[in-house]
């Protein structure tokens, strides 16, 4: 038999590394989860001064319904980009229908596009004031039926289709990535199409599926630009309430400490659930043929993949220079080309920094089991369940403290005052991007080790690989594909980023979506169109290399 | 073990990470929740007039001034700029703020739009006015705020979220007058006249009555006069709720030296500035606001609705009671 997934029960470790390299990565994992650990200590330091007035007024009035909200959005964008990303991901990775290559590559797209952007324009687009409705009324009149973009159906729909290519991009290279073999042995053994998707594919991709659709419902848990703009009060609103309203940002912090630990919660019972089933593939194999869907099935395949980039990345791209056109003689000058400079700077440096962490996290991971290496590497996906500008602001004022201490050491020692160090720098930024995005670039990084058979790390040691050559001619290239697929991901987030960006950015060093935001902060979303379609187009190139990577890596060897 | 163009990025980084910010001879520092394309002119002009330079950073209130309070003594900002008085309020309570002692200032900007305190000065003035449908509605039906809390107006008001501080600061500006028993009942007259649930900005409250589904809204001044701008055949009229009350409630976008200033001097020059007819005009024109001194006209787009008259009530009460009209708006389902 060519290969197989073995699902070997209890945990089997690589062999020992040396101590030296053990001692190292252990350190930088706990370095890391100090990192992100500390910030978010500084969120839950408030608790040492409850809130009571804050909490009580809340609990009276809008905390239960802005519960259920947040209840229902999870569930409600779990299942719908569980189905997109999965379905689709399976659609294009198993089976073939016209236009798959293209398709493909397509689906990524909507990733380039801000949750809050893609909100914006589908409200412009197709709200009550918008050019559909307004056609509608100039032709049947001012009884024309109309309906409003809100709610919890469109906000359900929206965020769906900003957030599903995080399941798809993982969920595809999962199913991509059986093989030959795997699925043979599945037919072999009786099962049917549908039976080797739901009792072989799908436990194998199951880590897969599952980072993405955690970094789904952190997104959807974090977000407030989105929501915001369709009108829908989650848990997030109440942190904000708090803080902007409410001038108490210690309650805010509360509140935020409680979103953490619900996701802490989630994901470590999610772990629990899955158990201690460890695939491998033993053998990679030819590729197994695809399920050729042919006639009616593979055109409404086809037209159902091309209606989701459609709805996703076409018409909201396109509505979006439609509007950039209007205000771009008056807006679009050399600056834009030193915002775009900045902002891929920031998201290339970003990526380096943000995967080298997910790198030592995931590695220290698979080598240690003591507690303090559990929690570093469980505190590290943490950070991207906070609304961005609560974590910013832990971030911040941890860089304050350490600047204010510097600044305090100097001039005991008789220095003149040194102001900020860190505070404004870029240092600073990276780090908070390293806190906010680890869990990013964790999920490609863990899935690639994950898969990493134990054998060929044994195999490699018994031909005399050591150390620092072991890393490069074993880990490196066969982690590559996963940790290209971890930088891509992290760069476009950050491109995206606001809040942290915002707060902790050098002065001058505005980026594409600082611009967005000097727009939006004001309402006037038509012409933060023209720096929110740039954001767009500088993400195409990394989305769709990120696409296209993944597809040569299936159909190619 | 990494190819060229990484090493490359990582020296470029650590280049950025080493290199000190440039020492200007002249500057003052601006922590702005302005933004840019509100303050940018403005700031070019008077390095242009004075040759100091201004360094700025904008973001929302909130994390300004959380910063500022972290930054502590190590601060470099010398100026806070925000839109509304209730955050610089905030600002001032929470001791980051520092008086200013300016004749220029005292006799540039009117007593109720600066704080008692001296510690921060309004700028520009933003009323916030009544905005119809002038097929559906006729223009002296529209009286005052409390007003639309009428069942004559039952499913005909469409409102902005309670989310925004305008509209937080309205209502603490009617607890500070009608107390808080009176306010609540007022609000809750106007959700019970809601034609729909609140909007999201208030360019949608606007749309919202052009599209023909609501008769009436509240919204800043500005935002009506950039939306005309952009489609002139907008089916909505302004109005000024001032024909009974106090009058029409306005806000400042304002600012204040901080408290560890390192430009004190510098700071109060940028801030008389601001308030000087000149810069006055500026602010006016560049987002259709009304000017605080009052030497200046308004711009002519924003004369033509006519004159109003203003709530001579402190706007540092908005921020007194932000807190009060925030649970106020929470207990009354104004979401």
């Given amino acids: ?557 | 073990m990494f190819p060229a163009p990484v090493r490359r990025l990582a020296l470029l980084l650590a280049c950025a990470l080493v290199l000190p910010t440039a020492a200007h001879a002249a500057e003052v520092v601006v922590y702005s929740a302005r933004v840019e394309p509100l303050i940018k002119p403005l700031f070019d002009a008077y390095t242009k007039e004075t040759g100091v330079d201004v360094r700025f950073a904008t973001d929302k209130e909130g994390p300004l001034l959380a910063r500022l309070q972290a930054e502590g003594e190590n601060t470099q900002a010398d100026v806070l700029l925000t839109v509304d008085a209730g955050n610089l309020w905030q600002a001032a309570e929470a001791g980051v703020l520092r008086p200013v002692d300016s004749a220029v200032l005292r006799a540039n900007v009117p007593a109720q739009l600066r704080d008692p305190g001296d510690r921060w000065f309004g700028l520009a003035i933003r009323a916030r006015a009544l905005v119809y449908s002038p097929e559906r509605v006729k223009p002296d039906e529209l009286v005052s705020y409390e007003d639309l809390a009428s069942p004559k107006w039952k499913g005909r008001l469409c409102l902005r979220t309670s989310k925004k501080v305008y509209n937080q600061s309205l209502v603490a500006m009617m607890i500070a007058r009608l107390g808080e028993a009176k306010a609540e009942e007022i609000v809750k007259g106007w959700v019970a006249n809601l034609a729909t649930e609140p909007l999201a900005s208030d360019n949608q409250v606007i749309e919202a009555i052009d599209a023909g589904k609501c008769d009436v809204g509240v919204v800043n001044t500005y935002y009506f006069g950039r939306l005309l701008e952009e489609k002139p055949g907008l089916k909505v009229r302004l109005a000024w709720p001032d024909k009974v009350g106090p009058g029409v409630h306005v806000n400042i976008s304002g600012a204040g030296v901080t408290r560890h200033a390192k430009h004190p001097a510098e700071a109060q020059q940028l801030l008389e500035w601001l308030s000087s007819p000149k810069a006055q005009g500026l602010f006016a024109s560049l987002n259709l606001e009304f000017p605080v001194n009052p030497a200046v006209p308004a711009d002519p787009k924003v004369t033509a609705w006519g004159p109003y008259k203003a709530d001579p009530a402190n706007v540092a009460d908005a921020g007194r009671l932000q807190k009060q009209a925030v649970m106020l708006m929470d207990r009354a389902g104004y979401r």
Wanted: proline share 6%; with cysteine.
């Fill in chain 1, 1 to 557: 038999m060519a290969g197989a997934v073995t699902a070997s029960a209890g945990r089997r470790r690589p062999a020992a590394i040396p101590p030296s390299a053990g001692r190292l990565l252990r350190t930088a994992a706990l370095a890391l989860g100090a990192a992100v650990a500390v910030p978010l200590a500084v969120l839950f330091s408030v608790w040492a001064a409850p809130q009571t007035e804050v909490w009580e007024h809340l609990a009276a009035t809008v905390l239960p319904g802005l519960v259920r909200n947040t209840l229902v959005l999870l569930a409600g964008v779990g299942a719908g980009t569980l189905l997109l990303g999965g379905g689709l991901a399976w659609l294009t990775a198993r089976c073939d229908f016209p236009g798959r290559r293209w398709l493909d590559v397509g689906l990524m797209l909507p990733l380039a596009l801000p949750a809050y952007v893609l909100a914006f324009v589908v409200q412009g687009t197709l709200d009550a004031a918008g050019p559909l409705q307004s056609a509608l009324r100039a032709h049947f009149g001012p009884a024309a039926p109309g309906f409003e973009v809100r709610g919890t159906g469109w906000v359900v729909a929206i965020l769906t289709l900003a957030f599903y290519p995080y399941v798809y991009l993982l969920a595809r290279q999962a199913f991509l990535a059986l093989g030959r073999g795997t699925l043979e042995a599945a037919r072999l053994l009786g099962l049917g199409p549908w039976g080797t998707f739901f009792r072989v594919a799908l436990p194998a991709a199951r880590p897969a599926i599952v980072a993405g659709l955690s970094l789904a419902l952190m997104e959807t848990l974090a977000d407030f630009g989105a929501v915001s703009v369709l009108g829908y009060d989650t848990f997030t609103t109440a942190i904000y309430k708090a803080w902007f309203g409410l001038f108490n940002l210690p309650a805010a912090a509360q509140l935020a400490s409680l979103l953490l630990l619900f996701v802490a919660l989630a994901l470590f019972g999610e772990r629990r659930l899955r158990g201690r089933a460890r695939f491998h593939e033993t053998a990679r194999g030819a590729p197994p043929p695809r399920l050729r869907l042919t006639g009616a099935r593979g055109w409404a395949a086809a037209a159902a993949a091309f209606a989701v980039v459609a709805a996703g990345f076409v018409v909201p791209t396109a509505q979006l220079v439609h509007w950039a056109w209007a205000t771009a003689s008056a807006e679009l000058d050399a600056r834009y080309l030193s915002l775009l400079w900045r902002t891929l700077l920031l998201g290339g440096s970003a990526a380096l920094v943000t995967v080298a962490g997910a790198l030592v996290v995931s590695l220290a991971r698979r080598q240690f089991a003591d507690a303090p290496t559990r929690a570093a590497v469980g505190l590290a996906a943490l950070g991207y369940a906070l609304p961005g500008s609560v974590l910013a602001v832990g971030v911040m004022m941890c860089f304050a403290a350490v600047d204010n201490g510097l600044n305090a050491l100097w001039q005991m020692a008789g220095g003149q005052r040194l102001g900020p160090v860190l505070g404004g720098s870029i240092a600073a930024l990276l780090l908070a991007y390293l806190v906010r995005f680890l869990a990013v670039a964790a999920g490609p990084t863990g899935s690639a080790l994950e898969r990493l058979r134990p054998s060929t790390v044994e195999a490699a040691r018994s031909l005399g690989a050591r150390g620092a050559d072991l890393l490069r001619r074993v880990y490196f290239p066969l982690l590559r594909p996963g940790l290209l697929t971890a930088a891509l991901l992290v760069l476009i987030e950050v491109m995206k980023e606001m809040p942290a960006t915002l707060l902790l950015r050098p002065f001058g060093w505005d980026t594409l979506a600082v611009r967005v935001f000097e727009f939006t902060s004001e309402g006037d979303w038509r012409r933060a169109a023209l720096p929110a379609v740039t954001l767009v187009l500088a993400g195409l190139p990394p989305v769709a290399w990120l696409a296209r990577r993944t597809t040569a890596h299936a159909d190619g060897d």
